[in-house]
């Protein structure tokens, strides 16, 4: 079985000493935040992952989840429901929620390293509580004061759970192509009716009730993706007043069974009329729900992030152990039969390629945690403003890179053990199994990139990406003397200014012919990760080199070098795919 230890020495390296979040927490007025309570709810928290949860994902991973098809109930792995009552009794739902819901309004920062923790020891348990966040954002922000009230409250205390109703049989990255109608009725509900497929923790034995957040049309709504609006349908009717009632007509169909997370409950979720009350303006669901889906895609990309650690930690302790071969140069253990597979230059390739990947991509997002505080508390409008423009460029590449490098990282974790990586004892093929999902749901890495690439690029004319170059250029100038940082600020800035040639390069020809976006997209979310990874990489270098011992200085300079020298020139491929345009891609279709 797969062990997991969370990473308390470089979690608070990355959020305290490279991102100086300790400093912001007390600009931005989180009086409670101090240091004492911020390193005793992250040790708390890796107490729960490790003892709690990661005992118990070799469990989900056999058992499923099972439903009764007579009522629609369904019944998770033994251990799963236990694990959310002591989630609950800990008040880890409320950790970073509004205190006038009966949250603890700690900074969003500090629930970031607690999601990867969570995920890194069992990714299917961690889908049950992941939307309740969004949820709980969605209709702070766009719920009538009785929604709030009444739906609120359960939530941030973990009473209830939240999920995500947007996908269709035919409609996924497409939601414009949505059919769920929403009937208005006398007493300002609405009737929804439709099939809603892949809902994680549609149904479940954690919780009494379950907010949907469902996306449907009215009856007068335009086609496309300007006639949806969004609708909170708890499984148990809730009245105006709070006051639970009766069983909705909302109804767990089916569970899916699929290739990993066999914990989570992905379920066919039927609505038949259920009772329904809209959030937010009719037909402007979408927007509504960019606000929860921001947030999950950030914690989607947490996701990738822990698989990756929980990967790289496993691998790391079983290429010292297992014994193979000699070292080229002749043995290194002459005492022992063979060396541990670890002197082979070949192992350590795939070792440091997770570990710079891993430890650069946790300064990565956790930066674009530190950023929702920012861009929520900062007491300068323009701050704020910069903040958020940051968040949008990041978010999209939060999201796809470090799951991409979450399925890259376990698939090397797993080579590592050679054919014992594929027998199923040892974990890590959950782990890989596992990881495969994070590139896909909440927009598949395509979408992402269109997001980046079409959106916040070419619509939004890069804000976020000025903000960020201008924080590169910033950091180089800072450390232009700095004879410690030459070998990483020189190439940093040198990349920094290939990025922006390369960005205006692709939006003329985009000018010319809008596909040429979607030819240039994915390569180009790539592209930007590299640089930004290599942007975390030079500021992991500093801090250490400014508050570290010098073990730390020495692992973080040693990595950086590896990722330089191993990873980054990754951008070079990137870069030519991306000149190669629109023209390199032949039509397939007919
Ligand atoms: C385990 C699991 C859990 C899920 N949980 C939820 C949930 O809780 N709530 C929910 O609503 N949904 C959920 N989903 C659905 C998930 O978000 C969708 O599967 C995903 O968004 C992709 O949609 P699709 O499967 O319909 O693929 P499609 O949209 O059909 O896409 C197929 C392929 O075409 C590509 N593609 C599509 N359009 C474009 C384009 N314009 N440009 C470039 N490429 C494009 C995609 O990138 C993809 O590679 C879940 C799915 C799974 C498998």
Redesign the pocket.
């Known amino acids: 079985m797969s062990a997991y230890q969370a990473p308390l020495a470089d979690m608070r390296f990355a959020l305290f000493d490279v991102l100086d979040a300790g400093r912001t927490f007390e600009r931005l007025g989180f009086a409670d935040a101090t240091r004492d309570v911020l390193d005793a709810v992250l040790e708390e928290g890796a107490r729960f992952a490790e003892t709690v949860l990661a005992p118990l994902n070799a469990v989900g991973d056999r058992e499923g989840c099972a439903l009764d098809r007579d009522t629609g109930a369904v019944t998770t792995p033994a251990g799963f429901k236990q694990a959310y009552a002591q989630y609950v009794e800990g008040g880890w739902p409320a950790l970073t929620a509004p205190v006038e819901f009966g949250g603890q309004g700690l900074p969003h920062a500090l629930g970031v390293p607690l999601k990867e923790m969570i995920d890194a020891a069992n990714l299917s348990w961690g889908n049950f509580p992941l939307?309740s966040h969004g949820a709980t954002e969605a209709l702070l922000h766009h719920g009538e004061p009785w929604q709030r009230e009444a739906f609120l409250k359960p939530l941030v205390e973990g009473r209830w759970t939240g999920?995500?109703?947007?996908?269709e049989p035919h409609?996924?990255?497409?939601l414009g192509l949505l059919k769920t109608r929403a009937e208005p009725q006398a007493d300002g509900s609405y009737a929804i009716t439709g099939t809603?497929?892949?809902?994680?923790?549609?149904e479940h034995d954690f919780t009494d009730n379950i907010v949907h957040l469902v996306l449907a049309r009215l009856p007068d709504a335009p086609a496309g993706s300007r006639g949806i609006s969004l609708f909170v349908v708890p499984k148990v009717k809730v009245g105006r007043d709070g006051a639970p009632g009766e069983r909705n007509a909302v109804r767990c169909g089916s569970l899916?069974h699929?290739m990993g997370?066999h914990g989570?409950a992905?379920c066919v979720m039927n609505f038949d009329g259920a009772q329904g009350w809209r959030v937010g303006q009719p037909h402007k669901g979408l927007a509504a729900m960019f606000t929860m889906m921001n947030t999950a895609r950030l914690a989607v990309g947490l996701q990738g992030l822990g698989l990756s650690d929980r990967a790289l930690q496993n691998a790391l302790r079983y290429a010292r152990e297992r014994l193979q071969m000699r070292a080229p140069s002749g043995p290194r253990y002459p005492d022992k039969p063979a060396d541990p597979i670890v002197v082979h230059p070949d192992v350590r390739r795939m070792l440091l390629t997770c570990k710079a990947l891993v430890e650069g991509g946790r300064v990565l997002g956790y930066d674009a945690g530190l950023q929702v505080d920012i861009a929520a508390h900062a007491p300068d409008a323009a701050e704020r403003e910069q903040a958020e423009a940051l968040l949008g460029l990041l978010t999209p590449i939060v999201k796809a890179c470090l799951t991409e490098w979450g399925v890259e990282c376990t698939y090397h974790a797993l080579q590592c053990f050679g054919g014992h990586g594929y027998i199923a004892e040892h974990g890590m093929e959950q782990l890989a199994r596992d990881a495969r999902?994070t590139t896909?749901?909440?927009?598949?890495?395509?979408?992402q990139a269109?997001d980046l690439l079409g959106r916040k690029i070419v619509q939004l004319q890069g804000a976020g990406l000025r903000v960020l170059l201008a924080r590169i250029e910033a950091f180089c100038d800072a450390h232009a003397g700095n004879a410690a940082l030459a070998e990483f600020v020189g190439p940093l800035r040198a990349k920094a200014a290939e990025w922006q040639h390369l960005t205006q390069r692709i939006v003329a020809r985009a000018a010319g012919n809008a596909e040429e976006i979607?030819a240039a997209?994915y390569d180009y979310l790539l592209y930007s990760g590299y640089v930004a990874l290599a942007y975390c990489w030079a500021r992991s270098v500093a801090a250490a080199e400014a508050r570290g011992s010098q073990a730390l200085k020495d692992d973080k300079r040693a990595t950086a070098r590896f990722y330089f020298a191993r990873v980054l020139p990754r951008t070079l491929a990137h870069a030519a795919a991306i000149e190669s345009g629109l023209a390199a891609l032949p039509e397939l279709d007919g």
């Open positions: 939307l999920t995500m109703c947007l996908t409609c996924g990255s497409d809603k497929i892949f809902i994680t923790a549609g899916e699929k997370i989570s992905t999902i896909l749901y909440e927009g598949t890495t395509g979408i269109l979607g997209a």
